[in-house]
């Protein structure tokens, strides 16, 4: 059974750091693209970074110039490397990816920006 775990979440400072990561595991197959997803309070699922398997990337606005999406050498794990952070960045961050195992999520890990 595939699974994906999100660790790195927590309280953080306004101008602070946190660096994400969510690894796969459950067997061995393609994945196309990974990305990172969050939720504000009261707000809709949005997709914050993207990566494809050829190296491409994708940034929502708000997080251009801050935060960094990368996969690691091993090919199951994907981080979101965040910097600046405001406190409008406080919300739960999901890790999904799409693949030959389908289209999965993990369970989610909370950042919280606050002073």
């Known amino acids: 059974q595939v699974q994906l775990v999100e660790s790195g979440g927590g309280l953080v400072q306004p101008e602070g750091s946190l660096r994400l990561s969510c690894a796969v595991s459950?067997?061995?197959?393609?994945?196309?693209?990974m990305s990172w997803h969050r939720r504000g309070p009261g707000q809709q699922r949005e997709l914050v970074a993207s990566?494809?398997?050829?190296?491409?990337?994708e940034y929502a606005d708000s997080v251009k110039g801050r935060f960094t999406i990368s996969r690691g050498s091993d090919g199951y794990t994907v981080y979101l490397q965040m910097n600046s952070l405001k406190p409008e960045d406080t919300a739960v961050y999901y890790c999904?990816?799409?693949?030959?195992?389908?289209?999965?999520w993990g369970q989610g890990t909370q950042v919280t920006v606050s002073s």
């Open positions: 999904n990816i799409v693949g030959v195992a389908g289209n999965l």
């Open positions: 459950g067997g061995i197959f393609s994945i196309y693209r």
């Open positions: 990566t494809t398997r050829d190296g491409s990337t």
